[in-house]
């Protein structure tokens, strides 16, 4: 792929991303190894321990610490600025693990949204979803479907238990 390829993300999207620091390339894996051993070893009061697998470390090495706010008006509802630091997701251990295992998946968090409105994780198939007080919601199959749909304020699906 060449470097000035720019069908990666809608237009927005991209600008959002570029305008927070990220580039074609962007990889800081020594960030997300930090952040990968933070989570591991972290336990929470009942036990529960986050699972750390490559799907979430990569999306932390490209994403990780940008703070992006996104251009305007939203499609559908208003989009939020999306902070990328998974320790945002660190005291939730038990929170991901229970809808990890309704959705028969492992669950990593991303960061968060807005000012701790909701926790963004990422599976271990990098399906990427939000987790706030109303509820639960799907953001898309990948992560740059997420990003799409989070930057430009594009409705998410709820999700309902099985």
């Known amino acids: 792929m060449n470097e000035h ?8 999207v991209d600008a959002a991303l570029r305008q927070a620091g990220w580039q074609p390339g962007r990889w800081d894996i020594k960030q997300a190894e930090h952040w990968a051993d933070a989570l591991r070893a972290h336990r929470s009061p009942g036990g529960h ?5 490559p799907a979430a470390v990569e999306a932390w090495a490209e994403f990780g610490a940008l703070h992006i706010t996104p251009p305007g008006q939203g499609r559908q ?7 990328f630091n998974p320790l945002a997701g660190l005291h939730l251990a038990r929170t991901l693990g229970d809808l990890g295992r309704a959705l028969d998946t492992e669950l990593a968090p991303l960061g968060e949204e807005g000012t701790a409105q909701a926790v963004l994780a990422i599976d271990a198939d990098g399906h990427v979803y939000s ?7 799907y953001l ?6 997420a990003l799409g749909t989070l930057i ?7 999700l309902t238990a099985p």
């Open 5 to 12: 390829n720019t069908t990666r993300f809608p237009v927005p």
């Open 49 to 53: 321990r986050h699972t750390v697998f």
């Open 77 to 83: 509802i208003a989009p939020t600025a999306i902070h």
């Open 131 to 137: 987790l706030d007080h109303t509820g639960d919601w």
């Open 140 to 145: 898309g199959p990948t992560l740059d479907h």
């Open 152 to 158: 430009t304020g594009t409705q998410p699906a709820r």
